[in-house]
């Protein structure tokens, strides 16, 4: 009997096929919003408070366009029972883009962010990986209501997770002021509430204002426990005044006397 064209390649009878290949990384983050200082950790509030969906939130859009097998990863509630540093902080997403050309996504993948900062797979614990060959890419990591953020120079990834430790003021990111300098870590900027990749705090389509519309126009003193962009300190719940609200740090993030300034993320 001949061979056969299985999963895009021939396959000659009495031969087993060869498994794809896989890339693995080990990227490192701070999301500003729950980054407490003082500890050099993240906070898990959504966690804790059973708000983190089962599947992830990034669906095929514009701003998180699914390739190469990338979208509807899902974990199991056991993944959300872990404490201590290796709590689940959030979803993350994560591209692997062409090492030539910076600006072509060639691979996409949802994954897991613990409070100190490493991303990783489904299982809450493992190296991310993508089915892909060995080479070398930029990594960029985007977080639902955070600008996100990638390595300036392509990295050299093999089927050995390779880190990537974005929170080093010694790794070079794409662009200017990609990430928010706290003390001696890095982080991304929180306040994308509206996910279009500017942080805005006047004017149309700011991020302010959804802040508003979610606790009630007329009852700006609210607080509505919800998973949700307007979150920004992921704390599972959403505050337009008072203590830990949600509003300060998008003025905070363009500058508290140039609330007119806008930022911008730094992709190509």
Same mark, same amino acid.
């Given at each position: 009997m001949g061979a056969s064209y299985v999963n895009g390649g021939w396959v000659t009878p009495g031969f087993q096929q060869a498994p794809p290949r896989t890339t693995g990384v080990l990227p490192k983050v701070f999301l500003e919003g729950p980054f407490v200082s003082g500890n050099g950790t993240m906070t898990d509030g959504l966690r804790s408070g059973g708000l983190i969906p089962l599947t992830s939130p990034y669906v095929n859009s514009a701003q998180f366009p699914q390739i190469n097998g990338g979208g509807g990863e899902f974990i199991a509630p056991s993944v959300l029972t872990?404490?201590?540093?290796?709590?689940?902080?959030?979803?993350v997403y994560v591209q692997l883009r062409n090492g030539a050309n910076s600006s072509?996504?060639?691979? $996409?993948? /949802?994954?897991?962010?613990?409070?100190?900062?490493?991303?990783?797979?489904?299982?809450g614990v493992s190296q991310l990986t993508f089915v892909?060959?060995?080479a070398s890419y930029h990594v960029a990591v985007f977080h639902r209501n955070h600008l996100p953020v990638m390595s300036a120079n392509p990295i050299s990834l093999s089927s050995v997770g390779v880190p990537v430790n974005f929170t080093s003021p010694s790794l070079l990111t794409y662009g200017t002021n990609a990430q928010k300098t706290i003390g001696t870590v890095r982080a991304l900027?929180?306040?994308?509430?509206?996910?279009d990749g500017i942080i805005k705090y006047t004017g149309g389509s700011n991020d302010r204002d959804p802040i508003l519309v979610t606790v009630g126009s007329t009852t700006p003193n609210n607080t509505v426990? $919800?998973? /949700?962009?307007?979150?920004?300190n992921l704390n599972g719940q959403v505050k337009y005044t008072g203590g830990s609200n949600d509003r300060d740090p998008l003025l905070v993030n363009v500058g508290s006397t140039t609330p007119n300034n806008t930022r911008v993320r730094q992709l190509p």
């Open positions: 872990a404490t201590g540093n290796n709590a689940i902080v959030d979803w072509q996504v060639l691979r $996409t993948r /949802s994954a897991l962010v613990q409070r100190d900062g490493d991303v990783v797979d489904m299982d892909a060959p060995a900027w929180a306040g994308d509430v509206n996910t426990t $919800t998973y /949700s962009t307007r979150d920004v």
